[in-house]
């Protein structure tokens, strides 16, 4: 995996073989900013990752200047990989060894980005959980987007906060706002 852009463009990062993580792919991360980049000022923005595995989407953020970042991941691996590399890379991440349900269901955190990879085969309904609690406690700010990656088999389209989604390869980011009901 590499940093597409910001002050580390180009790096390239090698996670342990024991993680077990799927890392969003390079194409796939960097069509995600570019739609990211033209609407969001990324020094002045708080972002949390959940499922953050390697880091991978937190890095890119920390890359670009986004400085309140919250990688989040119930693998203690993943989490003193993400440490280290941080400091390695003099990047401030903040890292919390959680459940992703529980974290939602506790914090008092709010950001103006909401970025979520859960495992691929999850099912419909864990995913849908992870949309309902980002809402239900009111964690993605007023003009916020809530991003959740998954494969081409998974629909979570009709939720009711879903706006719209872009697709790579495989993979696909469906964006969820807050959405007046007027």
Known sequence: MRIISG?????RLKAPKNLPVRPTTDMAK?????VLNNTYYFDSIDVIDLFSGTG???YEFASRGTKNIYA???NHNCIRYIYNTSKELSLDINNYKSDVYKFLEKTTLQADIIFADPPYDFTTEKFIEI????FKNNILKEEGVLIVE???????SDHKNHTYD???????????ENLSTE
């Open 7 to 11: 002050k580390l463009k180009g790096r």
């Open 30 to 34: 960097e069509g995600l900013f570019n």
């Open 56 to 58: 991978n989407i937190s």
């Open 72 to 74: 989040v991941d119930a």
């Open 131 to 134: 949309i309902e609690l980002v």
């Open 150 to 156: 998954h494969s081409k088999h998974t629909d979570i």
């Open 166 to 176: 872009k697709r790579y390869g495989g993979n696909v980011f469906s964006f969820f």
